[in-house]
């Protein structure tokens, strides 16, 4: 077994998917443990340290990478999986933000009326006992709420030369911002450059459904992932696999466009691992198929269209790349 | 226990919320045990029953009612507890329908390219196993898939002296289409006019998130329900109170905006109930609520924002209207 | 000619279209010479009249009518030419509304933050120069914009039983806002009820494309428009014709749609008056089409098609429908 | 005068804004001849050429450009002003393009229908007569249409270290296809990275409002365009200046976002250049502005909000930047 540590240093950290060299190169194959920062990049720390202070455009949301993954051609899809996501503090954050969220005016959805108050709250993270604690900030009343580590932005370089900020997810991954991501998934993404140049970044020790108030429970976290190539099959947009669900995402505004590009991804693929119709699949994915929402606030919304395997008859997507994974999965976490 | 029961004859179905006389008058405290068609009115039952064919608008989804409930009056809600909701036959159909759907152009996302295939897909529905069996109708594709009966349409008549079609959810109620309505759920309504004037229908064995192409597992249902009214009490958009979660739901376009009420109304509903500021409640409802998806696909699309009570330090809305008909609905299922 | 004049009592305003009988019965080729009152039923008068605290929910939009056409049944086009639109006072009236507008978060743009200040507006209005006067209200900013008198609400009885609030636009008309209705138009309407049940309110002295704030230059107009009817043949959306151009509305969220649906219309209306391939049509339409905004602010958005009849070579649609009314007009005008 | 020609290799254009260096470098006050290609590079000349067969993605929409000017650094506003706009050819294309446009299906609003049928139109271009020639592919139907000469894309290098692909508008400018950019007008562009690097492509010879089938009558086109510097100044999003309006741009979905971000913009900017209070000014805008639309087609759609400088009392903003390139262009053209 392969396996690669990677702390990156501040000024390593990545603003953008695309348009900057690899901080490093691993094989397929390879575990890689990384260390990612959180979105505010580790400056919120008190109440006082409101975001539009500490924090300078467009220095937000950093990812830790990319990493060129040898063999990587546009045309392949890389693989993903996430073998665990453990918050790295016992603390972490949230914030209001000028002009941020789903329920303000902001640049985009652009309003007359002044900010909302921006605002710092501060979780306790109870690793052992697997929870986080909120605590209102007017006011005595508190609650733990389950841990559950996730991460926002997972993404490779874009196609047609671009470079995106990591704030914005689109059909190279980015930040999706869904809770779907957790430890036990395989992403797949599409590869659009020679190295595919992957990061990971923007922890969250938990969230809701569209992140309304357009920032999860932030945290820096311990991740560790292992890394694999599929040769000569595209992904167009990025998609997950646990032991129970095939996964769609869609990135784009309107939300019913996100919906859209998801549940289309969703028939399409499910047509081809079936050999279903497509609208025999459209049928089936109507009545079988969740629709958990990303984000709600990012420059793009996200939607996951995601379907029980047992309703497909238990696939084997990607030539069993999943179940390979975890099995790798299973070997780094007995043997480490 | 006052019990009525009540099965509409065919020309007694209701196609508009508003606009039409009572069937029926009921005390709060009521149970009424009802029959409601199918969305299709019945008339769909082979593979031949195109609905293009065999339906005609605007005499589709169709519900029964309105029912008026007497003492309620503008500036009350309703409560509206689905104690059962049963397949009334051991069939079900779904379509797609030209030009309706999540995935095609329509009539307001208009387009010039011709509509896709109507198709009908029949499902056997066994009430034993609790299950629904998908039938592809190209090829030898089959699957079982839980049943999980709810009813797509309930309301109330709108306020304005506006008449609505069944098909179109707003703050009034109407084809909501969202899974969470299923039995031991309450449904909260704030009432319009004198009497109230719920109506319910459009059954399904089962949805997915959206009803991506139009329609889900649709059937006839024999549904018992329980009527309550809280007196001076208002609910700007219809709620759901289950044991475990309270629901806000929201209906508009574009979807983000179904969204944006939806989430707001639970921001505000969560600091009312736990005494919370107003951004202490937006940042936890941030991290604590799911977003199921309703409908994408209707004339409004709806969406619900659900959370724990439990994360609310559990809280009794409605003055424990939910617990009460919860006790009533008891007491019915164990003495009838 | 037959004319005839209304003057609508108090009581006698409607505030939906649909679900009221009508106020007076007009053969087709009769002038009606009409009043309509502001948006805010004359209620809006000085600084201190916040529409808030003067109008009450729902009796806001007053229309004037619903007028029955003799012979007009489903299927039928009414088409209504208007020979003149006259503001009725030396003042017009302009304000904010809590949550109304493009430029505020609304009832369904749901937001937590607070309002835009309740703010009224008046304007002189000069109807001999043609202008009116905008003074500002804090400091001393004055100026003249040209009097482009028009109406923003014009509709019939929906269809499918359904009764909707003035404010709103749709299939039927109602309250579309475009600036395009102004005196020497004719507009087109699919009739859906016996009658067809057309009401007009809602006058503009002029508007900004989208009236963004939420209102217009609001005033009561004097009103002389021509009645006809097209017997069997159906109109999708309302339509509009001068001496240069024919025009598409469409009326829906997101805006996008509206713009769909506008262009949609002229796409395939322009295929039937020209006999060009739909494809051919929609290239011509790409180039030759203008799309001036009708409103971003109401319950649906509003878009408008407008393409020069020369671009068309000069089709005459509905057998010359607004070449006849014109003659009319005409008459009237030297003969009143 | 400083003036500089020139006529980019092939190999020389540019398929985004931001991510490659310039091809030459220009100070403030300079005249700068350049040549553009068309938006399918040229490669579209007849019937046979479909553009998914002879233009490869992304090599789509080709700007000249970049050019480094002098001095400019981030938080200035460059000023371009277009002193002429003139196809190069005696001949334009126009065409659809599968799951390209706004009346089809594409690659955000999925949807499952086939695409349109791919088709060419050919354009007779007459420089004298200033028209070009419309004639239908189906049929014998032609008409001349009024040759109005504009750029589609026009921007800087944008902010975030990021480079985005030329067919898409956002705050840096690109792709925004307003019939607005034409010849007499200025650009106003924030400056995000030293030297600014602008670029200037995808002429139009003229083109409707929104760009419905996604493309336009699309020119190779000599441009000559005046440049000038504005230190210290920012400015948000693209606008425009002409002799007698301002213009605000703005670039977003779904399109009523677009329509929020150039109508806020012009509300600001209306306020500032004339000392009016926000709401004052959000008034005035209200009832004086129109609202041309872009696109409705590409990555992000695009609104203008326009308003007459004579309702605002005629300021000269910039500092009288659109006057002095007026006195410039008029002396270019009379030395030339």
């Given at each position: 077994?392969n396996?690669v540590s990677y702390q990156p240093a501040?000024e390593e950290l990545s603003y953008t998917f695309g348009g900057r060299p690899a901080v490093g190169r691993v094989r397929p194959?390879t575990?890689v443990e990384l260390f990612t920062?959180?979105?505010?990049?580790?400056?919120?720390?008190?109440?006082?340290?409101?975001?539009?202070?500490?924090?300078?455009?467009?220095?937000?949301?950093p990812v830790t990478g990319p990493f060129h993954v040898e063999g990587a051609e546009p045309?392949d899809?890389l693989?993903l999986?996430?073998?665990?996501?453990?918050?790295?503090?016992?603390?972490?954050?949230?914030?209001?933000?000028?002009?941020?969220?789903?329920?303000?005016?902001?640049?985009?959805?652009?309003?007359?009326?002044?900010?909302?108050?921006?605002?710092?709250?501060?979780?306790?993270?109870?690793?052992?006992?697997?929870?986080?604690?909120?605590?209102?900030?007017?006011?005595?009343?508190?609650?733990?709420?389950?841990?559950?580590?996730?991460?926002?932005t997972v993404g490779v370089a874009p196609?047609?030369s671009e470079a995106r900020?990591t704030?914005?997810?689109?059909?190279h991954g980015?930040?999706?911002?869904?809770?779907?991501?957790?430890?036990?998934?395989?992403?797949?993404l599409?590869v659009n450059v020679d190295g595919a140049l992957f990061s990971i970044g923007?922890?969250?020790?938990?969230?809701?459904?569209?992140?309304?108030?357009?920032?999860?429970?932030?945290?820096?976290?311990?991740?560790?992932v292992?890394v694999?190539l599929?040769?000569?099959?595209?992904?167009?947009?990025?998609?997950?696999?646990?032991?129970?669900?095939?996964?769609?995402?869609?990135?784009?505004?309107?939300?019913?466009?996100?919906?859209?590009?998801?549940?289309?991804?969703?028939?399409?693929?499910?047509?081809?691992?079936?050999?279903?119709?497509?609208?025999?699949?459209?049928?089936?994915?109507?009545?079988?198929?969740?629709?958990?929402?990303?984000?709600?606030?990012?420059?793009?919304?996200?939607?996951?269209?995601?379907?029980?395997?047992?309703?497909?008859?238990?696939?084997?997507?990607?030539?069993?790349?999943?179940?390979?994974?975890?099995?790798?999965?299973?070997?780094?976490?007995?043997?480490?």
């Amino acid at each position: 077994m392969n396996v690669v540590s990677y702390q990156p240093a501040p000024e390593e950290l990545s603003y953008t998917f695309g348009g900057r060299p690899a901080v490093g190169r691993v094989r397929p194959g390879t575990v890689v443990e990384l260390f990612t920062e959180d979105c505010f990049g580790g400056r919120v720390r008190g109440f006082g340290d409101l975001p539009s202070k500490v924090c300078e455009f467009p220095y937000l949301n950093p990812v830790t990478g990319p990493f060129h993954v040898e063999g990587a051609e546009p045309g392949d899809t890389l693989a993903l999986h996430f073998i665990s996501i453990e918050p790295a503090r016992d603390w972490a954050v949230s914030t209001t933000f000028p002009h941020f969220g789903a329920l303000t005016g902001t640049h985009t959805t652009a309003m007359l009326q002044p900010p909302l108050d921006e605002v710092v709250w501060l979780y306790e993270v109870d690793r052992e006992k697997r929870v986080v604690r909120y605590q209102a900030r007017r006011g005595d009343f508190a609650v733990e709420m389950p841990l559950d580590p996730m991460h926002g932005t997972v993404g490779v370089a874009p196609a047609a030369s671009e470079a995106r900020m990591t704030i914005t997810p689109d059909a190279h991954g980015g930040n999706m911002d869904t809770p779907e991501l957790r430890a036990g998934v395989t992403v797949y993404l599409g590869v659009n450059v020679d190295g595919a140049l992957f990061s990971i970044g923007d922890g969250h020790c938990r969230q809701g459904h569209g992140e309304v108030c357009g920032t999860a429970v932030e945290a820096a976290m311990n991740t560790v992932v292992a890394v694999d190539l599929i040769k000569g099959v595209t992904t167009p947009w990025p998609r997950l696999e646990d032991d129970l669900h095939i996964m769609s995402t869609g990135s784009a505004r309107p939300l019913e466009d996100a919906y859209r590009i998801s549940q289309h991804d969703l028939v399409t693929w499910t047509s081809s691992l079936t050999g279903l119709d497509e609208l025999d699949a459209y049928q089936l994915v109507s009545q079988g198929a969740e629709a958990p929402v990303g984000n709600v606030c990012d420059t793009n919304y996200t939607m996951v269209a995601k379907i029980p395997k047992a309703y497909l008859n238990t696939p084997t997507p990607y030539a069993s790349t999943h179940t390979t994974l975890r099995t790798l999965s299973t070997h780094y976490l007995t043997t480490r």
